[in-house]
């Protein structure tokens, strides 16, 4: 099996705190008490980057900082952690996008990922001045990729299509190594965009057997156009020494929610026009009840927060298991979250991708520093003998 690869989020939709920070996809976002500061979010990504994951996804909207500029604040702040940077076709022009691109993965040193975000409200979108409905926006989007992709090989690029038109346009400096681009979507048009254009499908936390639907069914849609595409799943965790330590931060972050607030995100939710977003709804059902959907993953973050709405709840060993379980029907990337997201970092980093290496799955991406002894000042620095005694 292939090294897993996991990443972390970047809490830039209200903030951070103990409890959930629900709203987004629509909905006004809460406060989590801890603002989303360059000093707060470079933590994160510090601690991330120390612990093993591989990026940091970042996320667009209205109800959130600008991606770009957070992380181009961020790579200043930290080594070799990458940025899985989410940004909307459309709203940018393919150019200025894939110059943008360029400028960020060769001054960051090659540590740019792009998460495209078609946009599933529209009612959002026309806060940008966007007024396309759905499928034109699927469309749009598909054809932003291929110009984008077109002139990263670094040749003049003439286009005249339903959505855009290019005249002559060559792009100086390419990013080296090209951006791998992510994407998700559950609808027909989301998925075909996937398999024509995509490096990685994200869905969000499903039962493993809802994925492993969407995995066979965009690689069908792949392998038709002689493509391949690797498969990531975007989940929320709580990992804990023990299961009932779990369970009881569930429990806590669960007590947390009103009933009020319940109703307020879940009625702007309903509005969404995503069938991803209407999947997680359909998960919890707006109730507190019955939220284990499958063994150790739990839907109560969806009852407040737009987008990924699942939970790994667990000790270490039975997350490892079911990290395993998804990898078993093709995901091999894993972006992930928890409240507080410092905290989650560590006990995820430590406990449960430990796990993971015993079991083969995963290796830090990045050597293990090694200690070396100081040489007092004016001293000469020790020589071995080459001569046997």
Same mark, same amino acid.
């Given at each position: 099996?292939?090294?897993?690869?996991?990443?972390?989020?970047?809490?830039?939709?209200?903030?951070?705190?103990?409890?959930?920070?629900?709203?987004?996809?629509?909905?006004?976002?809460?406060?989590?008490?801890?603002?989303?500061?360059?000093?707060?979010?470079?933590?994160?990504?510090r601690s991330a980057e120390q612990l093993g994951f591989?990026?940091?996804?970042?996320?667009?909207?209205?109800?959130?900082?600008?991606?770009?500029?957070?992380?181009?604040? &961020?790579?200043?702040?930290?080594?070799? &952690?990458?940025?899985?940077?989410?940004?909307?076709?459309?709203?940018?022009?393919?150019?200025?996008?894939?110059?943008?691109?360029?400028?960020?993965?060769?001054?960051?040193?090659?540590?740019?990922?792009?998460?495209?975000?078609?946009?599933?409200?529209?009612?959002? $979108?026309?806060?940008?001045?966007?007024?396309?409905?759905?499928?034109?926006?699927?469309?749009?989007?598909?054809?932003?990729?291929?110009?984008?992709?077109?002139?990263?090989?670094?040749?003049?690029?003439?286009?005249?299509?339903?959505?855009?038109?290019?005249?002559?346009?060559?792009?100086?400096?390419?990013?080296?190594? &090209?951006?791998?681009?992510?994407?998700?979507?559950?609808?027909?048009?989301?998925?075909?965009?996937?398999?024509?254009?995509?490096?990685?499908?994200?869905?969000?936390?499903?039962?493993?057997?809802?994925?492993?639907?969407?995995? *066979?069914?965009?690689?069908?849609?792949?392998?038709?156009?002689?493509?391949?595409?690797?498969?990531?799943?975007?989940?929320?965790?709580?990992? *804990?020494?023990?299961?009932?330590?779990?369970?009881?931060?569930?429990?806590?972050?669960?007590?947390?929610?009103?009933?009020?607030?319940?109703?307020?995100? $879940?009625?702007?939710?309903?509005?969404?026009?995503?069938?991803?977003?209407?999947?997680?709804?359909?998960?919890?059902?707006?109730?507190?009840?019955?939220?284990?959907?499958?063994?150790?993953?739990?839907?109560?973050?969806?009852?407040?927060?737009?987008?990924?709405?699942?939970?790994?709840v667990g000790s270490h060993q039975r997350v490892a298991d079911l990290v395993e379980?998804?990898?078993?029907?093709?995901?091999?990337?894993?972006?992930?979250?928890?409240?507080?997201?410092?905290?989650?970092?560590?006990?995820?980093?430590?406990?449960?991708?430990?796990?993971?290496?015993?079991?083969?799955?995963?290796?830090?991406?990045?050597?293990?520093? *090694?200690?070396?002894?100081?040489?007092?000042?004016?001293?000469?620095?020790?020589?071995?003998?080459?001569?046997?005694?």
């Open positions: 099996m292939t090294d897993l690869k996991f990443h972390w989020f970047l809490p830039t939709n209200g903030g951070d705190g103990r409890q959930i920070v629900g709203g987004g996809h629509g909905t006004p976002a809460g406060s989590g008490g801890r603002p989303a500061s360059v000093a707060y979010l470079g933590q994160i990504a591989e990026a940091a996804l970042t996320p667009t909207g209205a109800w959130c900082e600008d991606a770009w500029i957070t992380t181009a604040m &961020l790579s200043g702040v930290s080594e070799r &952690l990458k940025f899985l940077v989410a940004f909307r076709p459309g709203l940018t022009s393919p150019f200025l996008a894939a110059q943008m691109a360029g400028t960020f993965q060769n001054l960051s040193g090659g540590r740019l990922l792009l998460n495209v975000v078609t946009g599933g409200e529209s009612h959002e $979108q026309r806060m940008y001045g966007d007024f396309l409905d759905k499928d034109a926006r699927y469309e749009r989007c598909g054809e932003f990729l291929e110009i984008v992709r077109a002139l990263w090989s670094g040749k003049p690029v003439d286009l005249s299509g339903r959505h855009f038109q290019l005249a002559d346009a060559t792009l100086t400096q390419l990013p080296v190594p &090209l951006p791998r681009v992510y994407f998700g979507g559950s609808s027909p048009a989301a998925l075909d965009v996937a398999a024509r254009h995509v490096d990685v499908y994200l869905t969000w936390g499903e039962p493993p057997a809802a994925v492993a639907e969407k995995v *066979r069914r965009v690689r069908q849609l792949a392998e038709r156009r002689d493509r391949t595409v690797d498969f990531g799943l975007r989940v929320h965790v709580i990992a *804990r020494d023990t299961a009932e330590e779990a369970w009881a931060e569930a429990d806590r972050l669960l007590a947390g929610i009103s009933e009020k607030q319940i109703r307020d995100v $879940q009625t702007g939710l309903r509005r969404s026009e995503s069938e991803g977003q209407r999947r997680m709804l359909a998960l919890n059902g707006g109730t507190k009840d019955g939220l284990e959907i499958h063994p150790n993953l739990w839907a109560g973050v969806g009852l407040v927060r737009g987008g990924a709405g699942t939970a790994f379980e998804y990898a078993a029907v093709g995901i091999t990337e894993f972006v992930l979250s928890g409240y507080p997201h410092l905290e989650e970092a560590y006990r995820f980093g430590e406990g449960v991708l430990p796990e993971l290496t015993r079991r083969g799955l995963w290796r830090h991406p990045a050597p293990a520093p *090694r200690s070396v002894s100081a040489v007092p000042f004016g001293a000469a620095a020790p020589v071995q003998s080459a001569v046997a005694s």
